[in-house]
Structure formats: C-alpha cells, structure tokens
C-alpha cells in the first residue's frame, strides 16, 4: 500500500492536470505570436527599406563630397542593425514553435 501524498509529493493527476494547463498556455502564446509575426515581418521590412533608402542618398551625398565617411558608414551600420531586427523576428517565431512542440511532446515527422 502507498503512502498519502504529501505536500511536497504532488499527485500524478495534479502532475498532469498542470501541464495540461502549461501546453494550453503555450499553446496560446504561440498562437498570439504567430497572429503578430507578420505584422512584425512587415514593419522590419518597410524599416529596411527606409535605411536602404537613406544609405543610398548618405552615398550619393559621399559622391559629391557633401558627407563625409563615417556619415556612410553610420548609414551602412544602421542598415546592417534594422535587417538583424528582421532576422531577430524570425528567430523568435521558431524559438516559440520549438518551445511549444517541446512542452507538448509533440516532433514534426
């Protein structure tokens, strides 16, 4: 015969019961997140463009010796850290979905 549960000994239905709760929460979150990725994408991009746009005039500018090289390279650097913004997006989606598919125990075939 087994022992009560104790406090410090939760039963193997509560056991479940909260990661049953957890999964649903995670699931959740992914959910929410998934709705949110492509507005995301879609502001980085827009971003991206905005600094590709800007590098290209601060050129144009160097050109014509109107800026000087660290005015380029400025440019150049705030273009390199807007696309790391969108690659960080993506990053962050498979990081959710693989938190998901682990808490549930679920693996893509």
């Excluded at 999964?23 to 992914?30: C, G, T, V």
């Excluded at 998934?34 to 601060?58: D, K, N, S």
């Excluded at 390199?80 to 938190?99: C, I, P």
């Amino acid at each position: 015969m087994m022992p009560p549960a104790t406090a410090s000994q939760p039963t193997a239905r509560a056991s479940i019961s909260r990661q049953a709760t957890f999964s649903i929460a995670a699931k959740e979150r992914l959910n929410v997140w998934r709705v949110a990725v492509p507005e995301l994408v879609g502001v980085a991009q827009r971003q991206i463009e905005c600094q590709r746009e800007r590098y290209r005039v601060t050129q144009t500018l160097f050109e014509e010796e109107l800026a000087t090289f660290n005015d380029v390279f400025d440019s150049h650097v705030e273009l390199l850290e807007t696309k790391f913004q969108l690659y960080q997006v993506f990053y962050n989606d498979q990081t959710a979905a693989a938190e998901v598919r682990h808490i549930t125990g679920f693996t893509d075939p």
